[in-house]
């Protein structure tokens, strides 16, 4: 019923820059939080940022102060900035997020986009 999709990945030199979007499609009735996450080879997958439907964001530690989270909620969007880009930061990018949907009455679930990778060179 709800469909995520990427897009914004790539190669980046390493002090780059990337923005990754995030669009939510399908018979959605509101979006509760939004997130990102990645995960790099060999290591298991970690919440990168996340904001509520209200704008409250929260950050893991080693992105603070260089990526910044937003949502357009006319667009049923979520967006990543990502500034001073490190090699560390090379990983396969997923959006999340939490949908209230029309099935019948109204369900909520948790969905997952395809990733996008992300590769910054050094």
């Known amino acids: 019923q709800v469909q995520l999709v990427e897009s914004g990945g790539g190669l980046v030199q390493a002090g780059g820059s990337l923005r990754l979007s995030c669009a939510a499609s399908?018979?959605?009735?509101?979006?509760?939080?939004m997130g990102w996450y990645r995960q790099a080879p060999g290591k298991q997958r970690e919440l990168v940022a996340r904001?509520?439907?209200?704008?409250?964001?929260n950050y893991v530690d080693s992105v603070k102060g260089r990526f910044t989270i937003s949502r357009d909620g006319a667009k049923n969007a979520v967006y990543l900035q990502m500034n001073s880009l490190k090699p560390e930061d090379t990983a396969v990018y997923y959006c999340?997020?939490?949908?209230?949907?029309?099935?019948?009455?109204?369900?909520?679930?948790?969905?997952w986009g395809q990733g996008t990778q992300v590769t910054v060179a050094s």
């Open positions: 399908g018979t959605i009735f509101s979006i509760n939080a």
């Open positions: 904001i509520t439907s209200g704008g409250r964001t």
């Open positions: 999340n997020a939490d949908v209230t949907y029309y099935s019948g009455g109204l369900d909520t679930d948790t969905y």
